[in-house]
């Protein structure tokens, strides 16, 4: 099983600000790897496919970069509404596997 | 518009059996392959299972010891899943999620609770 590790586990970025979010796969999984937001309260939404690929009505403060085993998430000037949880997860083997999440909080 | 809706879930005794369903709608839900996925209280995200679009493919998360069955019904617009010999450690909110790269629609989530 392909282990998902993200990093910080939590940060801690004040509005408007740049935050980027870290992923690493144990091995590689080419570029076959997406991003979830999960709100309080929520189901997860999909932001990144693809490593890069911005999903359907995902706002363009959202990219994603990396391939292989080393991926980032970048949120370019944070609004309210992006402080949630965020989930990694590569889609390149069975089982899939996702990140133990890193939850981005207010400063 | 397009919705995935679960249903089932509940206070379960442990060793019980209980089957989770998902009410697909506004989509040709015959096209897409489709996922369950779990978050115990205050966790994150755990993969459990896939089905093809067509049924004939299944894929399962590695822990679940044979104790979960996915299945699908395409003329009712609906995902399955049957959990045998429940445990405290499948206290969790279960989804059903559209997608075999990327999962691009959620349902809201049905929570299950393992107690006696």
Same mark, same amino acid.
């Given at each position: 099983e392909i282990v998902?590790?993200?990093?910080?586990?939590?940060?801690?970025?004040s509005p408007g600000e740049r935050a980027t979010l870290s992923c690493r796969a144990s091995q590689s999984v080419s570029s076959n790897l997406a991003w979830y937001q999960q709100r309080p309260g929520q189901a997860p939404r999909l932001l990144i496919y693809g490593a890069f690929t911005r999903a359907t009505g995902i706002p363009a403060r959202?990219? @994603?970069? @990396?391939? @292989?085993t080393d991926f980032t998430l970048t949120i370019s000037s944070l609004q309210s509404e992006d402080f949630a949880v965020y989930y990694c997860q590569q889609y390149n083997n069975w089982p899939r596997s996702f990140g133990q999440g890193t939850k981005l909080e207010i400063k | 518009q397009v919705q995935l809706v679960?249903? &089932?879930?509940?206070?379960?005794?442990? &060793?019980?059996?209980?089957r989770l369903s998902c009410a697909a709608s506004g989509f040709t839900f015959s096209s897409y392959?489709?996922?369950?996925?779990r978050q115990a209280p205050g966790k994150g995200l755990e993969w459990v299972a896939v089905i093809s679009n067509d049924g004939t493919n299944?894929?399962?998360?590695?822990?679940?010891?044979g104790r979960f069955t996915i299945s699908r019904d395409n003329f009712k617009n609906t995902l399955y899943l049957v959990i045998n010999s429940l445990r405290a450690e499948d206290t969790a909110v279960y989804?059903?999620?559209r997608g075999m790269n990327g999962f691009d629609i959620? &349902?809201? &989530?049905?929570?299950?609770?393992?107690?006696?």
């Amino acid at each position: 099983e392909i282990v998902m590790t993200q990093s910080p586990a939590t940060l801690s970025v004040s509005p408007g600000e740049r935050a980027t979010l870290s992923c690493r796969a144990s091995q590689s999984v080419s570029s076959n790897l997406a991003w979830y937001q999960q709100r309080p309260g929520q189901a997860p939404r999909l932001l990144i496919y693809g490593a890069f690929t911005r999903a359907t009505g995902i706002p363009a403060r959202f990219s @994603g970069s @990396g391939s @292989g085993t080393d991926f980032t998430l970048t949120i370019s000037s944070l609004q309210s509404e992006d402080f949630a949880v965020y989930y990694c997860q590569q889609y390149n083997n069975w089982p899939r596997s996702f990140g133990q999440g890193t939850k981005l909080e207010i400063k | 518009q397009v919705q995935l809706v679960e249903s &089932g879930g509940g206070v379960v005794q442990p &060793g019980r059996s209980l089957r989770l369903s998902c009410a697909a709608s506004g989509f040709t839900f015959s096209s897409y392959a489709m996922n369950w996925v779990r978050q115990a209280p205050g966790k994150g995200l755990e993969w459990v299972a896939v089905i093809s679009n067509d049924g004939t493919n299944k894929y399962y998360a590695d822990f679940l010891e044979g104790r979960f069955t996915i299945s699908r019904d395409n003329f009712k617009n609906t995902l399955y899943l049957v959990i045998n010999s429940l445990r405290a450690e499948d206290t969790a909110v279960y989804y059903c999620a559209r997608g075999m790269n990327g999962f691009d629609i959620w &349902g809201q &989530g049905t929570m299950v609770t393992v107690s006696s």
